[in-house]
Every structure is written in C-alpha cells, then in structure tokens.
C-alpha cells in the first residue's frame, strides 16, 4: 500500500509550517505503523507533499484511512486557523493600507460624512472576511492518493470537490501514481480557485464601468486650496491603486497556464473515462478558465483607460475643467464619482490582496515527474557527445518572507565543442543556471552531469580540482587580484594545479595572444576595462579547460571593446574547440555562438529565434504574449457581436422564407375561396392572372432570399 498527500502551505511562515510537516510525519507514522523510513516530506513552491509507504498482507481497514484522513485535516485545518489570525494582524497593523485609506477617508468626509463611515464599515469588513475566505480555500486544499494493491483499486480523496473521494478499480501499468500526485493536488486547487477569482474579477469589471460613465462630463475644481489638495490627493490615491494591478493579467494567465499540464496527463492516461466526476470537472474548469480569460482582458483594458482618466481628471486640456468656490456645488459635483471611487479602493484592495496571496509562488510552480525521488535522473544514462547534461535542476532563494524560484525544472544538453549562448532579461535565472553548472553552487533539486558524472555528489575537494583543471570561467567584473601583476594572475590557475613551471611558455604565448604582451608587469590598476577582460581571458585558458565559462563578459565594457572580446573568445574556440557557455542579454553579443536558448522565468523556454540580428535588446516572450493576448480576447468579443448579428439576419430570412412558402401553398385556397364568394367558378379565364401571381409571390420569395444573403456577405465583409 502507498499513499499520497498534499495541501497548500503559507511560505511567510516558515517556522509553522515546519511545525505542521513535523505532526503530520509523525501522525502517519503512528497511524499506519510504518517506519519513519518509509515517510518521505517535500515542500515544493506553495505545496506540502508527503508519501508514505506500508506492506500489508491484508486489505487496510477502512477506518484506519479515514481515520488518517480526519487527523490530517485537523492539523491543516488548526495550522489554516493561525495564518488567518496572523493576515488579520498583518492587515490591521500594515501602514500602507491605513495611510491611503485614511487619505481616501479625508476626501469623503470632506464630500458626505455617510460615505466615510460607509467607507470605514466596508474597510474593516474586508480587513476581516478576506482571510476568512483564504482560510475556507485552503482546508479545502488537501489531496489524498491511496493505492491500495492488495484489493488493486485506487482510492482519491479532494477536499475540494463536491463529491470528496472517488474510486478507480484499477490503474494501467504505464501509470506511476507518484507522477500524478502535484497534477491532482493542481485540479484539486482549479476547483477551489477559479470560481472566487471570477467573483472577484467581476466586482472588478462591474466598478470600472460605473465609474468611467461617472468620470464623463465637466470635471470640478474646489476654489478651497485645502479641499482641492485633498480632491488631488484622493485622485493619486486611486491611480497608484490601479498601478498596483498592472501586472494582475500577467499573474492570472500565469496561473491559468498551470491547468493544461493536469488536464493532458489526465487525458492521456484516459482518467477521464474512468471517471464521470472527472470529466465533468476538467470540461468546467476549462469553460471557466476561458471565460477568465476573456474577462481578465475586459479588465485590463478598463483598468488602464480608468487609469489614464484619473491621472487626466484635471487636465484642462482634456477635460471640461470648471472651477467653483461653492462647497454645497462642489460636494454636488463630485458625490457620484466620490461614492464610486470609494468603491473602487476597495474592489482594487481586495483584487491586489487576493493576487499577493496566490501570485507570489503559484505561477512559478513546475511540475515534477518524480516529486519523491530523484533516483531515475541519478541513474539517466549521458550521451559521450554531451560534456554537460542538466535535468530537472530547481534552485530557491528565500529573501525574508519572498522565495525566488531562479531555476524552475531545467534540462539541457551541452554538446562538446559547442558554442553556446544563454540568453535572457536579468532576473531569468542565466547566473544561477551557471552556478550550478559548474558546482559553485548547490541546486535544491535536480542532477548536474559533468563528463558523465554527478557533479553535485562529488565532494568539494573533487568539484575544486574539476573547476581547477577542466573548467575556466570569465567574469563581468573580471575577478583578478590587484596585488598580482598581469602575468601572476594569469600564471595564477597553473600554480595552484602545480604545473606553472611546465606551462611557462604557454602563458606567454596566452599573453601575447589575447595582446597584452607589453602590459605582462603591470597591475590591474593600471589596466582599461578591455585589457583586464583580456587578462581574464587568458587565466581562464591557462589550464587548457574543457569548458569555458563566461558570465557577462562584455557588461562593463563599451560597445567596441566588447566587440573585440567576443572576437577573441571566437578565435580561441575555434583554434582550439573549447566548450564555450555565454551568459548575457545583449543580441548582438549572442550572435557570436553557434547555438542560443532562452531563459525566462527560471524556465529554458526553447531556441531563441533572432527576429532582428542587429538588436542589442532581448525581448521577453511574457511582454510579447500579453499584448497578443488582449488582442485575441478583443477580436474574440468583436466575433461575438458579428455572430449574433448574422444569426439575426439569418432568422429574419428564414422568417421571411417561411411565410413566402405559406403564401405559395394556401394561395390556391386563397384564390378559390374568393371567386366562391363572390359566386364564380375557376376557369381558363382565370388561369392567366392565377399563374402570373403565383410566379409573382414565388420570384418574391427568391428576391428575398438574394438579398438577405448580400446583406450576410456585406456585414462579414464589414466585420473582417
């Protein structure tokens, strides 16, 4: 029997959670009477995963899993309890908030005392009931997997979902339960996130429209400096709480992103036919997560016209500005657009919180083949054309109460010989990756292989002499000691391997290679920035490297000097073909490698393509997908409106169709019934005009269909 946890966790308290990871560990052992050997605990981005193992020789009792569940949920449920009481502290006591929103009840009172005290009511209310409804998401976080061989069936439990526990017979033998563990824990967290974040978008979509119809008209200007600071200072208020939304499409789609890796691995491993209420949720999930989209990009787009109109509010320019000494006129004036800003605070507040909360971790999550152990990558088989092969390598930075996720889940292969180039904004994760590579840092998780070898297992004496012999490493900042002349510090690695006599003639080939033969006694001080960049260059050759590591070689050098390095390294690559990894975020400096890859986000997202070879700037893929993004829900909205607009032309030409075709069969009886009662009998006499009206109706009938499909044509001609 194995068995499966997982539930979110608060990474500002870390104390706590280490404190619940303890319980729960020592509850499972106690419950299931395992070995503490047998319990395996991972904390991973904004979830806590556990795994737990038990050989029986009988079915588990029925109430031991549920008692194992009920106890867990108590200890979540108890540890849930005292971040909502320490966010509703934070809240209470944060100074940002108290400080704005005193500025904004400054302004209401100045208006209508009432909206004040509204304000304040609505102020404390979301002070309370926002983590309350944190506290109601998360206890219904937690996944269960049991795998329970003996009776070959497998149970799920997700707190989540309407019905909390399913049943799968069986499992096929090309599925790894493990593997599936952070996928359900994911569909688990869509069931609970979705349909409150739709609430609050909107709430927020809903406030931006009133107040952009309550911002048009003339705009007023108190003749009261006092009053009129306030009106300005209330409008900086809003526009800077706008401002914090900026990057809110950004989070979302970010989140939203996440689903598609549950809902294939569920497709592909045909769940969702074994499961009717997993299927039924993936086709949910997915209507709203669409429908999120679209709505989140109707936001935005109010979101900055909202914004733009605060900032120009009284811009005479733009505006019909009047300004008026009268209070009672005043407070009349600004008593809409006051009652809606206020609104406004609130709604932003709540929306900004609500991102903080999930946005800070959850879009970096990365998904995991082997979430409880690494044995399969320690044992993936190199190939001998690849001095370097990196998989799944993860590496945090904890920054007070902020985690930095610089390497989400990295694989690359780094062929011998090859010319490699790392591109990517600052902040991508590029100098990590490199740290990492090349053993001056530890990842948190993942394997490095160095020449078909575990780098990271080695001992430290064993990584030095590696980085010593096979590695040579160029800095942005040159890293030379100033007490060494320009051929000491080049002599520098041979001294420490214990070989500079031997490679005597070698550093003078390496000095008057790289042209700085004339400047061999001379100090660091004494140097430009491209003679010192050149003495790196020689130092880090001098041992005859595998692998040559440059970080930014060219970042403190200027556009010509810079230029003149790379042509070196070039040459050196050629002559010798030295594996050669560039870290940097300059094109042009890129275009020197054979091979280039993207870092984004911690995340090697594919080849980078060179749209522009004489562009000295790397364009984020983020930046370029959210403006596409807006686009496509726009021209989705647009497509919308000209679907219902050709549908009603059809139904007004089928209507016509219809009653034409009526006309045709009821015009005999029509005809007959009107000589009969005016005592006549059909005959030849009337045939003529008979048929002459039938043609007549029937030509009618075709003339309307012609022109209803013209006017179909014209208006998607005018769509398009």
Same mark, same amino acid.
């Given at each position: 029997?194995?068995?499966?946890?997982?539930?979110?966790?608060?990474?500002?308290?870390?104390?706590?959670?280490?404190?619940?990871?303890?319980?729960?560990?020592?509850?499972?052992?106690?419950?299931?009477?395992?070995?503490?050997?047998?319990?395996?605990?991972?904390?991973?981005?904004?979830?806590?995963?556990?795994?737990?193992?038990?050989?029986?020789?009988?079915?588990?009792?029925?109430?031991?899993?549920?008692?194992?569940?009920?106890?867990?949920?108590?200890?979540?449920?108890?540890?849930?309890?005292?971040?909502?009481?320490?966010?509703?502290?934070?809240?209470?006591?944060?100074?940002?908030?108290?400080?704005?929103?005193?500025?904004?009840?400054?302004?209401?009172?100045?208006?209508?005392?009432?909206?004040?005290?509204?304000?304040?009511?609505?102020?404390?209310?979301?002070?309370?009931?926002?983590?309350?409804?944190?506290?109601?998401?998360?206890?219904?976080?937690?996944?269960?997997?049991?795998?329970?061989?003996?009776?070959?069936?497998?149970?799920?439990?997700?707190?989540?979902?309407?019905?909390?526990?399913?049943?799968?017979?069986?499992?096929?033998?090309?599925?790894?339960?493990?593997?599936?563990?952070?996928?359900?824990?994911?569909?688990?967290?869509?069931?609970?996130?979705?349909?409150?974040?739709?609430?609050?978008?909107?709430?927020?979509?809903?406030?931006?429209?009133?107040?952009?119809?309550?911002?048009?008209?003339?705009?007023?200007?108190?003749?009261?400096?006092?009053? %009129?600071? +306030? $009106? &300005?200072?209330?409008?900086?208020? !809003?526009?800077?709480? @706008?401002?914090?939304?900026? *990057?809110?499409? =950004? /989070?979302?789609?970010?989140?939203?992103?996440?689903?598609?890796?549950?809902?294939?691995?569920?497709?592909?491993?045909?769940?969702?036919?074994?499961?009717?209420?997993?299927?039924?949720?993936?086709?949910?999930?997915?209507?709203?997560?669409?429908?999120?989209?679209?709505?989140?990009?109707?936001? %935005?787009? +109010? $979101? &900055?016209?909202?914004?733009?109109? !605060?900032?120009?509010? @009284?811009?005479?320019?733009? *505006?019909?500005? =009047? /300004?008026?000494?009268?209070?009672?006129?005043?407070?009349?004036?600004?008593?809409?657009?006051?009652?809606?800003?206020?609104?406004?605070?609130?709604?932003?507040?709540?929306?900004?919180?609500?991102?903080?909360?999930?946005?800070?971790?959850?879009?970096?999550?990365?998904?995991?083949?082997?979430?409880?152990?690494?044995?399969?990558?320690?044992?993936?088989?190199?190939?001998?054309?690849?001095?370097?092969?990196?998989?799944?390598?993860?590496?945090?930075?904890?920054?007070?109460?902020?985690?930095?996720?610089?390497?989400?889940?990295?694989?690359?292969?780094?062929?011998?010989?090859?010319?490699?180039?790392?591109?990517?904004?600052?902040?991508?994760?590029?100098?990590?990756?490199?740290?990492?590579?090349?053993?001056?840092?530890?990842?948190?998780?993942?394997?490095?292989?160095?020449?078909?070898?575990?780098?990271?297992?080695?001992?430290?004496?064993?990584?030095?002499?590696?980085?010593?012999?096979?590695?040579?490493?160029?800095?942005?900042?040159?890293?030379?000691?100033?007490?060494?002349?320009?051929?000491?510090?080049?002599?520098?690695?041979?001294?420490?391997?214990?070989?500079?006599?031997?490679?005597?003639?070698?550093?003078?080939?390496?000095?008057?290679?790289?042209?700085?033969?004339?400047?061999?006694?001379?100090?660091?001080?004494?140097?430009?920035?491209?003679?010192?960049?050149?003495?790196?260059?020689?130092?880090?050759?001098?041992?005859?490297?595998?692998?040559?590591?440059?970080?930014?070689?060219?970042?403190?050098?200027?556009?010509?000097?810079?230029?003149?390095?790379?042509?070196?390294?070039?040459?050196?690559?050629?002559?010798?073909?030295?594996?050669?990894?560039?870290?940097?975020?300059?094109?042009?400096?890129?275009?020197?490698?054979?091979?280039?890859?993207?870092?984004?986000?911690?995340?090697?997202?594919?080849?980078?393509?060179?749209?522009?070879?004489?562009?000295?700037?790397?364009?984020?893929?983020?930046?370029?997908?959210?403006?596409?993004?807006?686009?496509?829900?726009?021209?989705?909205?647009?497509?919308?409106?000209?679907?219902?607009?050709?549908?009603?032309?059809?139904?007004?030409?089928?209507?016509?169709?219809?009653?034409?075709?009526?006309?045709?069969?009821?015009?005999?009886?029509?005809?007959?019934?009107?000589?009969?009662?005016?005592?006549?009998?059909?005959?030849?006499?009337?045939?003529?005009?008979?048929?002459?009206?039938?043609?007549?109706?029937?030509?009618?009938?075709?003339?309307?269909?012609?022109?209803?499909?013209?006017?179909?044509?014209?208006?998607?001609?005018?769509?398009?």
């Amino acid at each position: 029997m194995k068995t499966y946890f997982s539930a979110l966790i608060d990474k500002s308290t870390p104390g706590e959670t280490l404190k619940l990871s303890k319980k729960l560990s020592k509850e499972l052992k106690k419950l299931l009477k395992t070995p503490k050997s047998n319990i395996v605990l991972k904390e991973h981005n904004a979830f806590l995963f556990l795994a737990a193992e038990k050989h029986l020789k009988k079915p588990l009792d029925p109430k031991i899993l549920e008692n194992v569940q009920t106890q867990f949920y108590l200890h979540l449920e108890r540890y849930y309890a005292k971040n909502k009481s320490n966010l509703q502290k934070h809240l209470k006591g944060k100074r940002e908030l108290k400080e704005t929103s005193q500025i904004v009840k400054d302004f209401l009172k100045e208006i209508d005392p009432g909206l004040k005290k509204v304000f304040d009511l609505r102020l404390k209310k979301l002070i309370s009931a926002l983590p309350a409804k944190f506290y109601d998401l998360q206890t219904d976080s937690m996944t269960a997997i049991w795998n329970l061989r003996e009776e070959q069936k497998v149970q799920f439990c997700l707190s989540g979902w309407p019905s909390k526990s399913f049943m799968i017979p069986e499992v096929g033998q090309d599925v790894e339960l493990e593997v599936m563990v952070d996928k359900l824990a994911f569909l688990n967290f869509f069931c609970i996130f979705l349909e409150p974040t739709l609430i609050r978008l909107r709430e927020m979509n809903k406030v931006l429209e009133r107040l952009e119809l309550g911002l048009q008209g003339t705009h007023y200007k108190s003749g009261n400096s006092a009053t %009129q600071s +306030k $009106l &300005e200072m209330f409008l900086r208020i !809003l526009s800077a709480k @706008l401002s914090s939304l900026q *990057n809110m499409d =950004k /989070t979302i789609v970010g989140i939203f992103k996440l689903f598609n890796e549950p809902k294939t691995f569920f497709n592909s491993h045909d769940f969702i036919r074994l499961s009717q209420d997993l299927r039924t949720a993936v086709r949910q999930m997915s209507w709203k997560i669409n429908q999120g989209k679209s709505l989140l990009a109707e936001v %935005q787009e +109010k $979101l &900055e016209e909202c914004q733009i109109k !605060l900032k120009d509010y @009284l811009d005479e320019k733009k *505006n019909g500005v =009047k /300004t008026t000494d009268s209070r009672e006129e005043f407070k009349l004036a600004l008593l809409t657009m006051a009652e809606l800003s206020s609104d406004l605070f609130i709604e932003a507040e709540e929306l900004k919180l609500w991102l903080d909360f999930f946005g800070s971790d959850l879009p970096f999550f990365t998904f995991q083949s082997n979430p409880f152990t690494i044995q399969k990558m320690r044992t993936f088989t190199t190939s001998a054309e690849h001095i370097i092969s990196v998989r799944s390598l993860v590496k945090n930075y904890s920054l007070g109460q902020t985690t930095v996720y610089a390497l989400r889940g990295v694989d690359l292969d780094v062929g011998d010989g090859e010319f490699l180039a790392i591109v990517g904004n600052s902040g991508a994760g590029k100098t990590t990756l490199l740290n990492c590579i090349a053993g001056l840092d530890d990842p948190d998780d993942g394997v490095v292989f160095f020449q078909g070898k575990d780098l990271h297992r080695s001992d430290d004496s064993e990584r030095s002499r590696a980085r010593l012999l096979d590695m040579g490493f160029i800095f942005q900042s040159y890293a030379l000691l100033p007490h060494f002349d320009t051929r000491e510090n080049v002599a520098l690695p041979a001294d420490l391997a214990g070989f500079s006599k031997d490679l005597k003639s070698r550093i003078e080939e390496l000095l008057e290679g790289v042209g700085i033969g004339n400047q061999a006694k001379q100090f660091p001080a004494q140097l430009s920035g491209g003679q010192l960049q050149r003495v790196a260059i020689a130092r880090a050759l001098t041992n005859r490297p595998k692998v040559l590591f440059a970080d930014e070689p060219t970042g403190d050098l200027d556009s010509k000097t810079g230029h003149q390095v790379m042509e070196l390294i070039k040459k050196f690559h050629e002559e010798t073909e030295t594996t050669v990894i560039v870290i940097t975020h300059e094109q042009d400096i890129a275009n020197y490698a054979e091979r280039q890859i993207l870092m984004e986000d911690g995340k090697i997202i594919g080849p980078h393509d060179i749209k522009d070879p004489h562009s000295t700037k790397v364009i984020s893929r983020r930046e370029e997908a959210i403006p596409i993004i807006r686009h496509e829900e726009r021209a989705n909205r647009k497509q919308k409106q000209h679907s219902k607009l050709f549908f009603a032309a059809f139904v007004v030409q089928m209507m016509l169709a219809v009653l034409i075709i009526i006309m045709l069969l009821q015009l005999d009886q029509i005809v007959h019934g009107t000589l009969y009662s005016y005592g006549l009998q059909f005959s030849n006499t009337w045939a003529l005009p008979y048929w002459t009206l039938h043609r007549f109706v029937a030509g009618l009938a075709l003339l309307i269909f012609g022109l209803s499909a013209l006017l179909i044509v014209y208006l998607k001609r005018v769509a398009n």
